[in-house]
C-alpha cells in the first residue's frame, strides 16, 4: 500500500484529505508542522508521496520542502496553496515540487495530482536504477552441455533461492558477471534491482562516496545529494566484482559496512538501513592473497559463504561448438545483412585446440571477428586470425603488436591524397584502440563513439587484420 505523509497546520484539512485518501486505498500519516514532518520522514519509512502545506507557523512550506529535495530527492512533493498564491506555488515547483494543488481542495484534482506525482516518480526512480543496474534481465543462460556447466547450472538453481551470499571465482571471461546475474534473476528478489559495483575501477577517495552517497555539500564538488549503490540496491542484489582488487583500506570499509547493513551518507548523520544481498566476483586466488597480506581473511569469510567456481573454457572444450552457433545466431539478429549461416567444422576444430587465456570472451571476440570478415556463408579456415592459427597465444596480444606499429601521424602527413591519409588515420586509430578493447567491438565502439555497426563496416573495408 502507498504512503502518503499530509503536512498541514489545520486539523480540519489533516482529517479531511487523510479520510478522503484511505478512501483511495492509500495509507496516511499526518504532521502538524514542517519538524514534525521531517523528524518522521528521517526515523521511519519514508513516504511515498508527501502533501505539504505552503502557510504553517513555523517553518513554512518552501523551507520544508528544500530539506526534502535535499535528502530525500526520489520522495514527490505535491504543494497545497492558498487560492491566489500562484507565485509561491511557482516557486515551489522550482525548489523540485511536482506540482500544486490550490485550496479550497476539491476531490478530484487532488487524486489526479497525486496519481500522477506517484506515476511519474516510479519512472525516475526505475531510470535511476536502470541506469547503476548490470543488464536488464532476464538474462542470457549459461549455454554449455559439458559436465561442469551442467553441474554450474544445477548450483544457481539450488542456491539462487536462498538468501545466501555468493563468491564467484574464475578467469578473466569466463563467465563470473552472467553467473551474477542469474543467480539474481532467479531468486526472490529478481524484481528488485541489481546494482553492479566494479571494485577495482573506483579511485580511493571516493568509495564510500560511490557505495555510500553524499549528502548535498559533504565536499568540493558535491552540489547535490547523490543515492549511494547500497542504498540504490535496497531490497535487491549488490553485485561486488573484481574484490580482490580493492586496497586493504577499501576492503576495511566495506567489511564494516556488510557487518552493521546500516551506513550513513559522506557529510549526513541519519543512519540507512538497508537489506542487499552479496554476490562477489573475483578473477584473482583470494586464499593466496590472504597469504600474501593482500586480502583480509575475515572479509573473505564474511563474502564467501557459498563458493561458485566458473571453469575455464579450455576445461570444456566441449562447449565450444555451441557457445560459436549461438554467438553467430546472436550476431545475425543483429546484422541480417551479413552473409555468414555457419563454421566450418574444420574451424571448430581449430578453436577447440586452441587455450583461450580470454575464455567465452575472447571466443566471442573472436567469432564476431571472423562474422564480420567473412564475405561468405560459411567460416572457413581462412578467416581464422593468423597468429591464431599459428600460435596458441592470446589473440589479444596480436592486436596489441598491430597497434605498437602505430607510429602516430607521421605515415598520414606524408600521403598527398586526403582520403588515402584519413583511411590510414582511420585504419591506425581502430587498431589501435581495438587493442586497447582486448579486441571487443562493441565496447570499441562505445569508447570511440560510433554505432557497432559502423564499426564492423569500417573494420571490413580498412581491412583491419587482428
Ligand atoms: N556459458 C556462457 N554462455 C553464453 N555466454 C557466455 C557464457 N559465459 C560467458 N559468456 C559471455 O562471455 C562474455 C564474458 O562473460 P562475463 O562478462 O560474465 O565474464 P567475467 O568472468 O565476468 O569476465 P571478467 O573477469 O573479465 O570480468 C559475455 O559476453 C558473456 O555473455
Ligand atoms: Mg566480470
Excluded at 3 to 21: F, P, S
Aim: with cysteine; proline share 5%.
Amino acid at each position: 500500500m502507498q504512503k502518503i505523509l499530509v503536512v498541514d497546520d489545520e486539523n480540519t484539512i489533516l482529517e479531511t484529505v487523510g479520510a478522503i485518501l484511505e478512501d483511495e486505498g492509500f495509507q496516511v500519516a499526518t504532521a502538524p508542522d514542517g519538524e514534525t514532518a521531517l523528524k518522521k520522514m528521517d526515523s521511519g519509512p519514508l513516504p511515498d508521496l508527501v502533501l505539504l502545506d505552503i502557510w504553517m507557523p513555523g517553518m513554512d512550506g518552501l523551507a520544508v520542502l528544500e530539506k526534502i529535495k535535499e535528502q530525500w530527492p526520489q520522495v514527490p512533493v505535491v504543494i497545497m496553496s492558498g487560492h491566489g498564491n500562484v507565485e509561491t506555488a511557482v516557486r515551489a515547483t522550482k525548489l523540485g515540487a511536482y506540482d500544486f494543488i490550490e485550496k479550497p481542495l476539491s476531490l478530484e484534482p487532488l487524486i489526479v495530482t497525486i496519481g500522477n506525482a506517484l506515476k511519474f516518480q516510479a519512472l525516475q526512480n526505475e531510470n535511476i536504477i536502470l541506469k547503476a543496474s548490470t543488464g536488464r534481465g532476464p538474462v542470457r543462460e549459461l549455454t554449455g552441455t559439458s559436465p561442469a556447466m551442467q553441474a554450474l547450472r544445477e548450483q544457481i538453481a539450488i542456491v539462487a533461492p536462498t538468501e545466501a551470499w555468493i563468491l564467484i571465482s574464475g578467469e578473466n571471461g569466463t563467465g563470473k558477471e552472467l553467473v551474477a546475474q542469474n543467480v539474481h534473476y532467479a531468486s526472490a528478489r529478481k524484481d528488485k534491482p541489481l546494482i553492479d559495483v566494479n571494485c577495482a575501477a573506483i579511485p580511493e577517495e571516493l568509495i564510500e562516496s560511490e557505495l555510500f552517497g553524499h549528502e548535498k555539500g559533504a565536499f568540493t564538488g558535491a552540489s547535490s545529494m547523490k543515492r549511494g549503490k547500497f542504498d540504490l540496491a535496497n531490497g535487491g542484489t549488490l553485485f561486488l566484482d573484481e574484490i580482490g582488487d580493492m586496497s586493504l583500506k577499501t576492503q576495511a570499509k566495506i567489511l564494516r559496512i556488510l557487518q552493521e547493513q546500516r551506513f550513513s551518507r559522506v557529510g549526513g548523520s541519519r543512519t540507512i538501513k538497508v537489506d542487499v544481498r552479496i554476490i562477489a566476483a573475483t578473477n584473482k586466488d583470494l586464499e593466496e592473497a590472504i597469504k600474501n597480506g593482500e586480502f583480509r581473511e575475515d572479509l573473505y569469510f564474511r563474502l564467501n559463504v557459498i563458493p561458485i567456481e566458473v571453469p575455464p573454457l579450455r576445461d570444456r572444450r566441449e562447449d565450444i561448438p555451441i557457445l560459436v552457433n549461438e554467438f553467430i545466431e546472436e550476431f545475425r539478429r543483429e546484422n541480417i545483412k551479413a552473409p555468414v549461416r555457419s563454421v566450418s567444422s574444420e574451424v571448430i576444430e581449430a578453436l577447440k585446440q586452441y587455450d583461450w587465456p580470454g575464455n567465452v570472451r575472447e571466443l566471442r571476440n573472436i567469432t564476431e571477428r571472423m562474422f564480420i570478415l567473412s564475405g561468405k556463408s560459411e567460416i572457413t579456415l581462412d578467416d581464422l586470425p593468423a597468429t591464431f592459427r599459428s600460435g596458441r597465444g592470446s589473440n589479444a596480444g596480436a592486436a596489441e603488436s598491430d597497434a605498437a606499429s602505430c607510429a602516430g601521424l607521421a605515415p598520414c602527413l606524408r600521403c598527398s591524397d586526403f582520403r588515402e591519409a584519413r583511411a590510414m588515420f582511420e585504419k591506425e586509430f581502430i587498431a589501435s584502440k581495438l587493442a586497447e578493447n582486448d579486441g571487443n567491438i562493441k565496447k570499441t565502439a562505445e569508447s570511440i563513439g560510433i554505432e557497432r555497426r559502423h564499426l564492423h563496416r569500417k573494420i571490413k573495408s580498412l581491412g583491419i587484420v587482428t
